[in-house]
Structures are given as structure tokens and as C-alpha cells.
């Protein structure tokens, strides 16, 4: 029996926020579970599905909280179209998802699609000697630095999914990084060691990064 979901006072900038931040994120590990054939990523995404349909459930409540008249309702209609969005996009994700796990083979479509997108996926383990093994990844600064974001860790049976910057990488931790072609490249050469220091990026005259 599934869980009641009761009204919490939550502004919805922030709800908005992580429905799409949530949706984002089933996207890429969606992708992963297909690519890297893993299920326990697939059921990851499943688990978010849930949460994506809490976030909706609670936007609604709160949306709902607030309109008195006509002009409220009219001024929340973008609202729930943006909350629509991230439901729709969750719910693709888990169907993705749901192949890897019935082992029916993702349709070639579906990875050709991912292929078209401007950032690349890549799975790589730390090896002990990595620059990376025993430092948190809010000192690796690997978004800023190379343009790579972790989506997830596996460490033995564990598995950490969006790990924050106060997360402690490890020796043999398993590692999948979205970023750009160039960005994934120096993020695998980074864990196998081959990479004795994190790259920092290239500033113009104005001190931007090029």
C-alpha cells in the first residue's frame, strides 16, 4: 500500500527546482543503465520515478494553497506545465529503465538518441595510485576544472548516486561522469593515473575560461 502523501509548506521556485534537478538526473542514469547494462542503476531511476511523482503530488498541494481567484489560477497554469514537464521526462526514464531490468535490450533509437547529446557518459575505476583516491570531490573541483560531473560511485555493494562535494573518493571506487568529450577523456586517464593532476582550465585575457 502505497504511502499518503501529506501537505508540507514547501515555496514552489524550490519544488520546481528539484523536480527538475531529479528528472535531469533520471535522464543520465537512465542512459547509464543502458549503456553500462547495470540494474541496480536502472532501479535507482525507478525508486526517483516515485520521488518525481511526490515532488508533483506536493506542487500540486502547494499551488493549490495559494489560488483564490481566476488571476491566481491563470498565474499558476506555467507552473504546473513546467511540473507536467519533469513528470513526462520521469516517467520516460523509467521505461528505459524497466528494459534493462526485463533484459529486453535497449532499441537501437534509444541509443542513438543519447549519442546525439552534447555531453558524453563514461564509467572508469580509481586506481590506488589516482591523484583522485582519498580526496572529497569538492577538492577535486572536476565540474569546474574539466567540465565533469559524477552522477554516481559504486563502492563494493554500495552504490552513491549524485554524491555531493563532501563525498571521499576511494581506490577501486567505480565511477560514472557525464561531461564533454574532452572533459571524460582527462576524467578516465585522472582515475587510472595516467593523470598526475587535475587540469585546470585555460583563461583568456579577461580571465574567463576558454
Same mark, same amino acid.
Given at each position: 500500500?502505497?504511502?499518503?502523501?501529506?501537505?508540507?509548506?514547501?515555496?514552489?521556485?524550490?519544488?520546481?527546482?528539484?523536480?527538475?534537478?531529479?528528472?535531469?538526473?533520471?535522464?543520465?542514469?537512465?542512459?547509464?543503465?543502458?549503456?553500462?547494462?547495470?540494474?541496480?542503476?536502472?532501479?535507482?531511476?525507478?525508486?526517483?520515478?516515485?520521488?518525481?511523482?511526490?515532488?508533483?503530488?506536493?506542487?500540486?498541494?502547494?499551488?493549490?494553497?495559494?489560488?483564490?481567484?481566476?488571476?491566481?489560477?491563470?498565474?499558476?497554469?506555467?507552473?504546473?506545465?513546467?511540473?507536467?514537464?519533469?513528470?513526462?521526462?520521469?516517467?520516460?526514464?523509467?521505461?528505459?529503465?524497466?528494459?534493462?531490468?526485463?533484459?529486453?535490450?535497449?532499441?537501437?533509437? /534509444?541509443?542513438?538518441?543519447?549519442? %546525439? *547529446?552534447?555531453?558524453?557518459?563514461?564509467? =572508469?575505476? #580509481?586506481?590506488? +595510485? !589516482?591523484?583522485?583516491?582519498?580526496?572529497?570531490?569538492?577538492?577535486?573541483?572536476?565540474?569546474?576544472?574539466?567540465?565533469?560531473?559524477?552522477?554516481?560511485?559504486?563502492?563494493?555493494?554500495?552504490? /552513491?548516486?549524485?554524491?555531493?562535494? %563532501? *563525498?571521499?573518493?576511494?581506490?577501486?571506487? =567505480?565511477? #560514472?561522469?557525464? +561531461? !564533454?568529450?574532452?572533459?571524460?577523456?582527462?576524467?578516465?586517464?585522472?582515475?587510472?593515473?595516467?593523470?598526475?593532476?587535475?587540469?585546470?582550465?585555460?583563461?583568456?585575457?579577461?580571465?574567463?575560461?576558454?
Amino acid at each position: 500500500m502505497e504511502e499518503e502523501i501529506k501537505y508540507k509548506p514547501i515555496s514552489v521556485r524550490r519544488l520546481l527546482a528539484e523536480l527538475q534537478s531529479t528528472s535531469t538526473l533520471m535522464v543520465d542514469l537512465a542512459y547509464s543503465s543502458v549503456l553500462f547494462s547495470d540494474k541496480d542503476l536502472a532501479e535507482e531511476v525507478i525508486e526517483l520515478e516515485k520521488k518525481v511523482e511526490d515532488l508533483k503530488t506536493l506542487l500540486l498541494m502547494n499551488t493549490a494553497i495559494v489560488i483564490k481567484d481566476a488571476e491566481d489560477a491563470e498565474a499558476m497554469v506555467g507552473i504546473m506545465e513546467v511540473g507536467g514537464v519533469a513528470d513526462t521526462i520521469s516517467h520516460a526514464a523509467g521505461s528505459i529503465s524497466r528494459i534493462v531490468l526485463l533484459d529486453l535490450g535497449a532499441d537501437p533509437s /534509444i541509443l542513438e538518441a543519447f549519442g %546525439k *547529446t552534447q555531453e558524453r557518459l563514461v564509467k =572508469t575505476k #580509481i586506481s590506488p +595510485g !589516482s591523484v583522485m583516491s582519498g580526496k572529497t570531490l569538492g577538492k577535486l573541483k572536476l565540474e569546474t576544472n574539466i567540465g565533469v560531473n559524477v552522477i554516481s560511485i559504486r563502492r563494493g555493494k554500495e552504490l /552513491i548516486i549524485n554524491p555531493g562535494a %563532501k *563525498t571521499t573518493l576511494m581506490a577501486e571506487d =567505480t565511477l #560514472i561522469g557525464r +561531461g !564533454s568529450d574532452v572533459g571524460v577523456v582527462e576524467f578516465d586517464k585522472l582515475a587510472k593515473g595516467e593523470l598526475k593532476a587535475v587540469p585546470r582550465p585555460k583563461l583568456d585575457m579577461k580571465g574567463e575560461s576558454v
